[in-house]
């Protein structure tokens, strides 16, 4: 069984920034093909970033040059850095995975902007 478990999500400003994390624990060979979404109120889930299975970073475009994927092979963790944020980056964040052909996810962190 594997079990992603994200944190760093809270309250930004904008133009600030933010480290999320995501920590896989179980069987887990390769932190490839782990990835972060995000669903915002009313909105779909949607990609933001992930590593491809050859450990290739893919951005949505509304994200590139903004925020960056991360992994530490020796620690299995996956970070997205989060700057120059916008109001609109409001959502609720999730660590998504693809194990043994099953898609796992986390509960997901939010990140919220102040007024």
């Known amino acids: 069984q594997v079990h992603l478990v994200e944190s760093g999500g809270g309250l930004a400003q904008a133009g600030g920034s933010l480290r999320l994390s995501c920590a896989p624990s179980?069987?887990?060979?390769?932190?490839?093909?782990m990835g972060w979404y995000r669903q915002a109120p009313g909105k779909q889930r949607e990609l933001v970033a992930a590593?491809?299975?050859?450990?290739?970073?893919n951005y949505a475009d509304f994200v590139k040059g903004r925020f960056t994927i991360s992994k530490d092979n020796a620690k299995r963790m996956v970070y997205l850095q989060m700057n120059s944020l916008k109001p609109e980056d409001t959502a609720v964040y999730y660590c998504?995975?693809?194990?043994?052909?099953?898609?796992?996810w986390g509960l997901g962190t939010p990140v919220t902007f102040s007024s």
């Open positions: 179980g069987s887990i060979f390769s932190l490839n093909g």
């Open positions: 590593f491809t299975t050859g450990g290739i970073a």
């Open positions: 998504k995975g693809r194990f043994y052909g099953i898609d796992y």
